[in-house]
């Protein structure tokens, strides 16, 4: 499937909004819903790790489009349907510019053609997307290909930002957007106090943290000083959660009032965790969240606990 082909499928983020919740009456609050976060689908990485080749491997990838595909009968299955279904990032195995780029990119708009035309997908781009260090041209790849790289929408009086998270990792060739991305930031939570919104959430790739707010820098966090300045702008404006991926593992913690949530691959895993997707429930007062491993959810799907929160006024 081509990029221009991918658009009549896919309802992308353009002028830093989502088009499927443009409706004014999305932001008030009507009651408890869900969504389904996955992320990392990263088709290549497995082939690649298992050869220790992770840089320049991953010249198969059969194994996360088996997963993958999983993972879309599975939400395709739910009711009642979820809201939308988010993946936090690294779509894709191959770097701006490898082998197999083009490819991987072709199957993987190829099984998410398959997610129920009435749960819309949003699409976060992670460092494989984008680059380690993204460009101006890279950056305009990724929305080409997939979207806006960061926008904001709202869904039952909730407003959601993506966010792209490597310009907070690395921006050397690209000030500029980093810049543009931070004062939109500053703006949508602006209008987040104004609005009064139920809760203001947050998706990206890199988490500002995994355990604690003063851990060690790693390559699976933002660095103590980015980290830090971010969580203090996003809980001065009342963001209540920040949902990413990129660890391969499920990890969190807390800061203040903010919900660091981390969750573990659809593809490759790096620790002890199942490749899965996690449920997360909306409710006036919190934000409920769960990981099911994709064997759970396509036999059993959600819990009655969760379900019973749908049902709260």
Same mark, same amino acid.
């Given at each position: 499937?081509?990029?221009?082909? %991918?658009?009549?499928?896919?309802? &992308?983020?353009?002028?830093?909004?989502?088009?499927?919740?443009?409706?004014?009456?999305? /932001?008030?609050?009507?009651?408890?819903?869900?969504?389904?976060?996955?992320?990392?689908?990263?088709?290549?990485?497995?082939?690649? #790790?298992?050869?220790?080749?992770?840089?320049?491997?991953?010249?198969?990838?059969?194994?996360?489009?088996?997963?993958?595909?999983? %993972?879309?009968?599975?939400? $395709?299955?739910?009711?009642?349907?979820?809201?939308?279904?988010?993946?936090?990032?690294?779509?894709?195995h191959a770097m701006p510019g490898m082998p197999w780029r083009k490819e991987q990119t072709a199957d993987l708009q190829r099984v998410l053609a398959r997610v129920d035309r009435d749960i819309?997908?949003?699409?976060?781009?992670? =460092?494989?997307?984008?680059? =380690?260090?993204?460009?101006?041209?890279?950056?305009?790849?990724?929305?080409?290909? #997939?979207?806006?790289?960061?926008?904001?929408?709202? @869904?039952?009086?909730?407003?959601?930002?993506?966010?792209?998270?490597?310009? #907070? !990792?690395?921006?050397?060739?690209?000030?500029?957007?980093?810049q543009a991305q931070d004062q939109w930031l500053d703006q949508q939570l602006s209008v987040a106090g104004r609005r009064h919104c139920q809760h203001a959430v947050v998706f990206q790739h890199?988490?500002?943290?995994? &355990?604690?707010?003063?851990?060690?820098?790693?390559?699976? $966090?933002?660095?103590?000083?980015?980290?830090?300045? @971010? %969580? $203090?702008?996003?809980?001065?404006?009342? @963001?209540?959660? @920040?949902?990413?991926?990129? !660890?391969? &593992?499920?990890?969190?913690?807390? !800061?203040?009032?903010?919900?660091?949530?981390?969750?573990?691959?659809?593809?490759?895993?790096?620790?002890?965790?199942?490749?899965?997707? /996690?449920?997360?429930?909306?409710?006036?007062?919190?934000?409920?969240? &769960?990981? !099911?491993?994709?064997?759970?959810?396509?036999?059993?799907?959600?819990?009655?606990?969760?379900?019973?929160?749908?049902?709260?006024?």
């Amino acid at each position: 499937m081509s990029a221009a082909e %991918a658009g009549g499928v896919f309802r &992308r983020a353009r002028g830093r909004t989502l088009d499927a919740f443009l409706s004014e009456k999305e /932001r008030e609050w009507k009651g408890p819903f869900y969504f389904i976060q996955g992320a990392d689908p990263q088709f290549g990485l497995m082939k690649a #790790w298992s050869t220790g080749d992770s840089d320049s491997g991953g010249d198969e990838w059969g194994q996360e489009i088996r997963l993958t595909e999983q %993972a879309v009968e599975a939400i $395709n299955k739910l009711k009642p349907k979820p809201k939308f279904f988010v993946l936090c990032g690294d779509l894709i195995h191959a770097m701006p510019g490898m082998p197999w780029r083009k490819e991987q990119t072709a199957d993987l708009q190829r099984v998410l053609a398959r997610v129920d035309r009435d749960i819309p997908l949003v699409l976060v781009s992670g =460092n494989h997307d984008v680059g =380690n260090t993204p460009t101006p041209e890279t950056v305009a790849e990724f929305q080409r290909t #997939w979207g806006d790289d960061y926008f904001s929408f709202w @869904v039952g009086g909730v407003l959601f930002l993506v966010l792209n998270s490597q310009f #907070w !990792y690395d921006a050397s060739q690209c000030p500029a957007l980093k810049q543009a991305q931070d004062q939109w930031l500053d703006q949508q939570l602006s209008v987040a106090g104004r609005r009064h919104c139920q809760h203001a959430v947050v998706f990206q790739h890199i988490p500002l943290f995994l &355990r604690s707010i003063d851990e060690d820098d790693d390559y699976f $966090n933002l660095t103590k000083s980015v980290r830090k300045e @971010v %969580a $203090n702008k996003l809980t001065r404006a009342g @963001v209540t959660a @920040v949902f990413s991926g990129h !660890y391969h &593992r499920n990890a969190g913690g807390t !800061y203040q009032n903010l919900d660091m949530v981390v969750s573990s691959a659809i593809g490759c895993q790096l620790g002890q965790d199942t490749h899965g997707l /996690r449920v997360v429930v909306v409710t006036a007062k919190k934000i409920v969240h &769960r990981y !099911y491993s994709l064997d759970e959810l396509s036999e059993k799907g959600i819990e009655a606990d969760l379900m019973g929160l749908m049902e709260e006024k």
